[in-house]
C-alpha cells in the first residue's frame, strides 16, 4: 500500500518561506501526477487545491492564490515532491497534504485532474504563518 509523508512544515513570518517535501517510502510515485492540497482549521470540511505537478516534473499547475509565490518540483530518483512556498501570507495557515493520481500513471495534463483524482494521502503537516 502506498504511503506518503510530508514534512518541512513549521512557523514562519509573513513574508518568509518554506520548502515542504512529500515523500513515498512502500512504493514508487515517479510515474504518477502528485497534488497538493491544504485544509485551514476552521474550513473542517474543506480542502484547497494548491498545485500540481505531472509524472517527469515537466508541467505543473497552481491555485490562483499561489501563483508566482508557490513552485513545485520533484526528484524521481529520491522518490519526493518539493514544494517550495515564498513570500508567504498569514491565509496560507493550513495543515498541508500530498497526494498520489495513482489511476494516472505517465499522465502529464495536471490541469485537468480534480480533487477525486487523487488518493493514498498523506498525513499532512502544520504550516502556521504569523503576521
Known amino acids: 500500500q502506498l504511503q506518503l509523508v510530508e514534512s518541512g512544515g513549521g512557523l514562519v513570518q509573513a513574508g518568509g518561506s518554506l520548502r515542504l517535501s512529500c515523500a513515498a517510502s512502500t512504493r514508487t510515485i515517479s510515474t504518477y501526477p502528485i497534488g497538493w492540497f491544504r485544509q485551514a482549521t476552521w474550513k473542517v470540511r474543506e480542502r484547497e487545491f494548491v498545485a500540481a505537478i505531472s509524472w517527469r516534473g515537466g508541467r505543473s499547475y497552481y491555485a490562483d492564490s499561489m501563483k508566482g509565490r508557490f513552485t513545485i518540483s520533484r526528484d524521481n530518483t529520491k522518490n519526493t515532491v518539493y514544494p517550495q512556498m515564498n513570500n508567504m501570507k498569514p491565509e496560507d495557515t493550513a495543515v498541508y497534504y500530498c497526494?498520489?493520481?495513482?489511476?494516472?500513471?505517465?499522465?502529464?495534463?495536471?490541469?485537468?485532474?480534480?480533487?477525486?483524482?487523487?488518493?493514498?494521502w498523506g498525513q499532512g503537516t502544520q504550516v502556521t504563518v504569523s503576521s
Open positions: 497526494a498520489v493520481a495513482v489511476d494516472r500513471p505517465y499522465y502529464s495534463d495536471v490541469t485537468s485532474l480534480r480533487e477525486t483524482d487523487f488518493g493514498s
